[in-house]
Nanobody, 123 residues
Framework: QGRLVESGGGSVQSGGSLSVSCAAS????????WGWFRQTPGKQREGVAS???????SYAGSVRGRFTISRDNAKNAMSLQINTLTPEDTGMYYC?????????????????WGQGTQVTVSS
């Protein structure tokens, strides 16, 4: 059974930086795309960044230039570097994995999700 585990969330002040990571294990299929999403209470999960198996990336407009997604295919891992944080970046950050679909994938294209890691930004 496949598993995704996020790590690296925390509390930071506005303007700060942090990195969140995701490790995958137990998947027999080759992944097509990894993605980061975030969600706050009462709101839908929104896509933040995606990266495919060739390193092609896609970012939400609100994070472009501040967030950087990367993946290590050999380690089955992915990271998201988050810079210049604002309180609007607060949320639970989830990683997901898709095995097929359009580019960029939408949330429904992701087959598996991690449990999430909390990022809280104070002003």
């Amino acid at each position: 059974q496949g598993r995704l585990v996020e790590s690296g969330g925390g509390s930071v002040q506005s303007g700060g930086s942090l990195s969140v990571s995701c490790a995958a294990s137990g998947y027999s299929q080759k992944s097509y795309c990894w993605g980061w999403f975030r969600q706050t209470p009462g709101k839908q999960r929104e896509g933040v960044a995606s990266i495919d198996s060739n390193g092609r990336t896609s970012y939400a407009g609100s994070v472009r230039g501040r967030f950087t997604i990367s993946r290590d295919n050999a380690k089955n891992a992915m990271s998201l570097q988050i810079n210049t944080l604002t309180p609007e970046d607060t949320g639970m950050y989830y990683c997901g994995i898709a095995f097929s679909g359009p580019w960029p994938p939408t949330p429904v294209d992701y087959s598996y999700w991690g449990q999430g890691t909390q990022v809280t930004v104070s002003s």
